[in-house]
């Protein structure tokens, strides 16, 4: 049986108005053994139509003032409230959406906290629950096949418990599902704080992580060799200009890949530079300097200190060394002097990234001695790929074929420099990404998913950045849009949390199916938020600015209605290392007392 407490007085569209009645204030009612909430904000009122009970929420409350006699000064006050509704009832179960509106006179009742909680998903269909409802207290069981298979957001204010909920969201998952995501998903987790290098989410002898550090010997990124050598991602990271240099890196790649396979074709290549530019009949100088520079790169002296001593003769157009030997098409220099030396170069030493740039000057010098190219137009993108390359090694390792997949992956960017958590996160995520659709077992519906969850995005997803090159930021905005626009079908899912999701593309934002937020007090957040979620009731954004740690809003396409939740805190051993720093425990003595 339930509690009446009013009836309705006026219904206007779907703004309904209740007399609550007097006796119907309290804050928590029990009956019969059962707990309901009293009428105030935000709390849910039951109007029963007939055998249909039309569900609403509280929006607002307001006294009514009447005399009992025109000409007497005694007064008294009605109680009203405004109800907005929701859904409704049939046959013990709800369903959302305004269908049916009451009439004046019908009776408004409480509903149970029980009740409460089966319409937002408090049934024993799914033991998913990472918190319970803020008001009623009453654990709530998430959609999870709903939920992860989607695109989610978690938004919030830094220390409004963001990490926590990203962090229970997944150790909930493993924990419940742990046995069952073996070799039908992959779990990316690109961390940019080093927040989830212990036993968060997973006992860190149960997952991969990758701790990168530029400053010292520590792990590396393996990188498959196609990967690296593609010419789109090189002319990216180099920012190489479209109608001269990309051409060029073209160039360097087609070359390998037709002689790959060939036995000692790099020796090869080497000697046949040098030959073509101490041999040709009209010498260019730009030639000297660049096979100076090779010398430096395969490491060898006699070759260094040959091509130290060597003069460059403008008007008669000719190389000699120290010793008086002459290098030109009519010269015996090369052969007599300079080939033993080449031939005798030893380039087993040589990784991916020394291969790359020795590649880049043995053609920009074939191309200075043939005339296919100015050493000037050229020579800007060498400097950025010497650069570049100096900061990748130490974080990077290419590799023919990639190590197993592991169940969960953490790539910690916590000892990275800002230029390589900008460019990281791109070639990972196009490795990850490239690799899981080639996947010969995907089908369709995909049989496997790959679910990519960054920390902290806005360092990389941000349109706001002026530290990069404009082509290169959008190629990195491309990639990830792809990703967030194409993923699905391929099983491919973003988990994106940000403390400014005003930064974030909006193409990005746009896609994201499901989002917790926290608390927002910046007004350009706040304007996204209420741009972008077309499922967020005004009620429930008002709240957005006000919400205590831990607690969230709830929305999206796998959620029936908004909701505020508050997610449970996880063990400390178990939390993400974002806690707040404890200045009493911090202050409290002295050291030295």
């Known amino acids: 049986m339930s509690i009446i407490v009013g009836e309705v007085i006026a219904v206007t569209g779907t703004k309904i108005s209740l007399r609550i009645f007097e006796d119907s204030s309290q804050e928590t009612i029990f009956y019969e053994g059962v707990k309901y909430r009293g009428v105030s904000l935000r709390e849910h009122i039951s109007i029963q139509r007939g055998f249909i009970d039309i569900v609403c ?16 000064d005694k007064t008294f006050y009605i109680r009203k409230v405004d109800v907005k509704p929701i859904g409704f009832i049939l046959n013990n179960k709800f369903h959302e959406g305004v269908k049916y509106m009451p009439m004046i006179r019908d009776k408004a009742s409480l509903l149970s906290e029980a009740v409460v909680g089966s319409i937002y998903g408090a049934s024993k269909t799914s033991n998913f629950s990472i918190g319970s409802m803020l008001k009623e207290d009453v654990s709530i069981n998430l959609p999870w096949t709903k939920l992860f298979n989607s695109h989610l957001g978690i938004f ?79 002319s990216l990271l180099f920012q190489a200009t479209n109608n001269t240099q990309q051409p060029f890196i073209r160039r360097v790649l087609n070359g390998r890949a037709l002689y790959k396979n060939v036995p000692d074709s ?45 003069i460059y003769n403008h008007q008669q157009k000719y190389f000699k060394d120290s010793s008086g030997r002459y290098y030109n098409s009519n010269g015996d220099g090369f052969n007599a002097n300079m080939k033993p030396v080449v031939s005798s170069i030893d380039l087993n030493f040589l990784d991916d990234f020394s291969e790359l740039i020795l590649r880049f000057y043995l053609q920009l010098c074939s191309d200075v001695v043939l005339g296919y190219a100015q050493y000037e137009h050229i020579q800007p993108v060498l400097s950025r790929a010497k650069s570049s390359i100096a900061g990748l090694r130490s974080v990077l390792k290419v590799v023919e074929v990639p190590p197993p997949p592991a169940l969960l992956e953490v790539i910690s960017l916590k000892n990275c420099s800002s230029d390589i958590k900008k460019i990281l996160p791109l070639l990972i995520a196009k490795n990850h990404y490239a690799s899981h659709k080639k996947s010969d077992s995907l089908g369709s519906p995909p049989t496997r998913t790959l679910h990519i969850i960054i920390d902290e995005a806005h360092n990389i997803l941000s349109e706001q950045s002026t530290r990069e090159h404009e082509v290169w930021k959008d190629y990195r905005l491309e990639l990830f849009e792809e990703i967030v626009k194409e993923g699905r079908k391929y099983g491919v899912f973003l988990t994106l949390a940000s403390q400014r999701p005003a930064d974030i593309s909006p193409t990005i934002i ?84």
């Not at 040098?274 to 260019?284: I, M, Q, R, T, Y």
């Not at 707040?580 to 409290?588: F, N, Q």
Request: glycine share 4%; aromatic share 8%.
């Open 57 to 72: 929420m509280v929006e607002g409350e307001y006294l009514d003032e009447r005399k009992f006699l025109e000409e007497s």
């Open 156 to 234: 919030g204010n830094t220390g409004s418990g963001k990490s926590n909920t990203l962090a229970k969201l997944y150790t909930t998952l493993f924990k419940e599902k742990h046995v069952f995501l073996k070799d039908k998903s992959r779990f990316l987790i690109m961390d940019f704080n080093g927040e989830y290098t212990e036993n968060q989410i997973l006992k860190s002898d149960e997952k991969r992580v990758t701790r990168l550090n530029q400053r010292g010997e520590m792990d590396r990124f393996m990188i498959e060799s196609s990967h690296f050598w593609d010419a789109e991602t090189l």
């Open 266 to 310: 790099l020796n090869t290549y080497v000697e046949k530079t040098f030959e073509k530019a101490f041999s040709s009949g009209e010498p260019k100088p730009d030639a000297l300097e660049l096979c100076r520079e090779i010398a430096k790169i395969v490491n060898n002296e006699p070759l260094q200190y040959l091509l130290r001593g060597m």
């Open 510 to 593: 746009s896609q994201i199916h499901n989002f917790f937020i926290h608390r927002l007090v910046n007004e350009r957040d706040l304007k996204l938020i209420d741009n972008t979620i077309s499922t967020l009731d005004l009620s429930s954004k008002s709240l957005i600015p006000t919400l205590a740690k831990g607690c969230c809003v709830v929305t999206g396409t796998a959620f029936e209605l908004p909701m505020i939740l508050k997610v449970d805190p996880l063990l400390k051993e178990h939390r993400p290392s974002s806690d707040d720093v404890d200045l009493e425990k911090l202050w409290a003595h002295h050291p030295l007392l």
